[in-house]
Nanobody
Framework: QVQLVESGGGLVQPGGSLRLSCAAS????????MGWYRQAPGKQRELVAR???????NYADSVKGRFTISRDNAKNTVYLGMNSLKSEDTAVYFC????????????WGQGTQVTVSS
C-alpha cells in the first residue's frame, strides 16, 4: 500500500526554524513529483513547494526565500526546510506524491501541524 508519513511538525516561535520530513513507501519514489501543501483553518489547501523527479523546484511567493524543498531518493524521503517562520505559516502541512500521468491519482499524507506562536 502507498503510505506517506509526515513528521517534524510542532510549536515554534516566530523567526524560528523547522524541518519537515515525509517518508514514502509503496511507490517508485524517484518517479514522482513530491510536494508540500498546507491548510490553515477556514482556508483552502495551497501549494507551498514542489520538486520534480529531475530536481526542478517551485515555491509559493509567500515562502520564497525562506523555505527549501529537497529530496533524498535513496531514503524515499522529501523534506521541507522552513526558516524565518511567521505566524502566517501556521497550518497543517501535507505531503503529496504525484506521478503526473493523466487520470493517475496523487497520494497524500495525513498531515502534520505547524504552529508558529510566541
Amino acid at each position: 500500500q502507498v503510505q506517506l508519513v509526515e513528521s517534524g511538525g510542532g510549536l515554534v516561535q516566530p523567526g524560528g526554524s523547522l524541518r519537515l520530513s515525509c517518508a514514502a513507501s509503496g511507490i517508485n519514489f524517484s518517479m514522482y513529483t513530491m510536494g508540500w501543501y498546507r491548510q490553515a483553518p477556514g482556508k483552502q489547501r495551497e501549494l507551498v513547494a514542489r520538486i520534480t523527479r529531475t530536481g526542478t523546484t517551485n515555491y509559493a511567493d509567500s515562502v520564497k526565500g525562506r523555505f527549501t524543498i529537497s529530496r533524498d531518493n535513496a531514503k524515499n524521503t522529501v523534506y521541507l526546510g522552513m526558516n524565518s517562520l511567521k505566524s502566517e505559516d501556521t497550518a497543517v502541512y501535507f505531503c503529496n506524491a504525484d506521478r503526473e500521468i493523466l487520470y493517475r491519482p496523487a497520494y497524500w499524507g495525513q498531515g502534520t501541524q505547524v504552529t508558529v506562536s510566541s
